[in-house]
């Protein structure tokens, strides 16, 4: 839909040219630079990779893990195992002591802030392990400008897979870095980032597994152990603090998110504006920028629909309903409300500005949207997995880059 015209009827598909031309649109070839520093996008692209690279943050040992355990062990050191690379000095972000190395100054490098007062025995903003939630900032002299990430790193799409999720980085804070440091958009260096090195910049640290949007009032049972779903909550939780800490008083907002920190900007562009303008009477202009956060709604090259049921479950699973845009809830009917998890069905509903970045080429959805499977037995897998990916083997090398596709190939 264009600015300034009437809400759609029925939402705009992905490749619509309506929904494209009502925003600025940048497509990326090849690679998602945009998530991460130059010089994580210069390894990124050599090594013929583009969105994956995001999850690489850190993870503390898994408890009860004993294989888990090791390969973070080998993460935090600087090696590379799977798909799950961290390279201290190349790769973004870093933390802990090599965050302050790396940051311009000790004034910019952005520090860890504990939600305490808003956890369990507050208004319940947790990570999926019931941990305090919280975020990382660094706030600037003299600027009244403000840039608010989402951090990305996928979904959990179902009971077991968001129980080992939160034994990790992605789901408890249990051992979250006092400091860290990032490129790219966030990035405190002023050659490489001149726009946004000296902006007041906040990192929201993703632990809820569905974009900030659940919001599920009791937690789940699995296996003994709690889950708590209030991504919603973690949101409202961040915003409240930080109108305490000089966001009360800002000028011009940005909000931006990568990869599922993409997809949640733009399922909360709307509501952090419209909360922001009736609280900070300054505010003269909002604006948001995702990353990368276009995933989808499509079959698998076989025409099954992995990933839609995958994310309808984790949809229904967290009570994202109350969550996502709410224009695009109002729309749909009761049992097609998980679209709306979608950032192709949200967009058609927003009315905040948006400069939109894509990868035109994206391996996580080669392989895991277009040739994925769903787990044995999902929604009640019996193993770990966080979905199937790249799991049909004849597809395997056209998945991993389009180069190798072959005409029939590329036309799925």
């Avoid at 080992?164 to 980085?169: D, P, T």
């Avoid at 927003?350 to 391996?363: G, M």
Wanted: hydrophobic share 35%.
């Amino acid at each position: 839909k264009a600015r300034g015209t009437d809400n759609p009827t029925v939402p705009m598909p992905y490749t619509s040219k309506p929904v494209m031309a009502a925003v600025h649109f940048l497509v990326v070839a090849a690679g998602l630079a945009a998530c991460q520093g130059s010089e994580s996008s210069d390894y990124t692209q050599a090594n013929g990779e583009d969105h994956d690279g995001y999850y690489a943050a850190p993870h503390p040992p898994y408890e009860g893990d004993a294989e888990q355990s090791e390969q973070d062990e080998d993460i935090w050191a600087g090696a590379d195992v799977g798909s799950q690379r961290y390279r201290p000095g190349d790769y973004n972000p870093i933390y802990g002591p090599a965050a302050v190395q790396r940051a311009r100054s000790p004034e910019t490098v952005m520090k860890l802030h504990m939600m305490t007062d808003k956890g369990l025995s507050g208004m319940g903003a947790v990570c999926l392990d019931g941990s305090d939630a919280g975020f990382y900032f660094s706030a600037a002299a003299n600027s009244k400008d403000w840039l608010i990430h989402f951090q990305g790193g996928g979904w959990c799409y179902d009971e077991k897979d968001c129980l080992v999720r939160s034994k990790g980085f992605l789901g408890s804070s249990k051992h979250w870095p006092s400091e860290m440091t990032e490129g790219g958009i966030m990035s405190d260096d002023c050659t490489a980032n001149p726009d946004f090195c000296n902006v007041n910049r906040v990192h929201l640290i993703y632990c809820d597994g569905n974009s900030f949007s659940g919001n599920r009032e009791k937690p789940l049972i699995r296996n003994g152990s709690k889950l708590y779903f209030r991504g919603k909550r973690i949101m409202d939780a961040a915003l409240e603090t930080l109108l305490d800490m000089g966001l009360d008083k800002a000028e011009n907002v940005l909000l931006n998110g990568c990869s599922a920190g993409g997809l949640a900007t733009f399922l909360h562009a709307d509501y952090v504006s419209q909360l922001l303008y009736s609280k900070v009477p300054s505010l003269k202009k909002f604006r948001a920028a995702p990353i990368s956060g276009m995933f989808l709604l499509h079959d698998t090259v076989e025409g099954r629909p992995v990933y839609p049921t995958e994310m309808k479950y984790i949809f229904n699973l967290a009570n994202s309903s109350g969550g996502v845009n709410a224009g695009c809830i109002e729309h749909f009917a009761e049992e097609d409300r998980w679209k709306c998890n979608f950032a192709q069905y949200s967009y058609a509903f927003t009315t905040v500005p948006i400069f939109l970045l894509q990868s035109a080429l994206d391996s996580w959805q080669t392989s895991c949207i277009y040739t994925s499977r769903l787990p044995p037995k999902f929604p009640n897998q019996q193993g770990t997995g966080n979905g199937d990916c790249d799991a049909i083997s004849s597809w395997h090398e056209c998945a991993g880059s389009t180069e190798q596709c072959s005409d029939e190939e590329t036309k799925a």
